[in-house]
């Protein structure tokens, strides 16, 4: 592609410039996808340590049940002797 063809030609007004600098406009035309493939990365990530956390939290709730049981237990254990 000529540098006269190019879209941004105006923007590179010095016929000495070579078609290579036209590559940061060629990137950029799928800026687009790469932010929707970072916005799902990030969504799948956060879903991910939300997860995790959620995981964690029932795991200690249900030690702190059985340890609660198991002193109630022991009071009434107790109480009884």
């Known amino acids: 592609m000529e540098a006269a063809e190019h879209p941004y030609k105006f923007i590179f ?3 000495n410039v070579p078609e290579v600098t036209f590559l ?7 800026f687009p996808l790469l932010m929707y493939i970072l ?3 990030t969504l799948i990530l956060c879903l ?3 997860g995790v956390k959620m995981y964690q ?3 200690i709730e249900e030690k702190l049940k059985r ?3 198991e ?3 022991a ?4 109480k009884d002797e």
């Open 13 to 15: 007004n010095c016929p």
């Open 24 to 30: 940061p406009f060629q990137a950029l035309e799928n």
């Open 39 to 41: 916005a799902a990365k």
């Open 48 to 50: 991910a340590f939300a």
């Open 57 to 59: 939290s029932k795991k």
């Open 67 to 69: 340890e609660r049981e």
């Open 71 to 73: 002193k109630l237990k």
């Open 75 to 78: 009071e009434a254990e107790k």
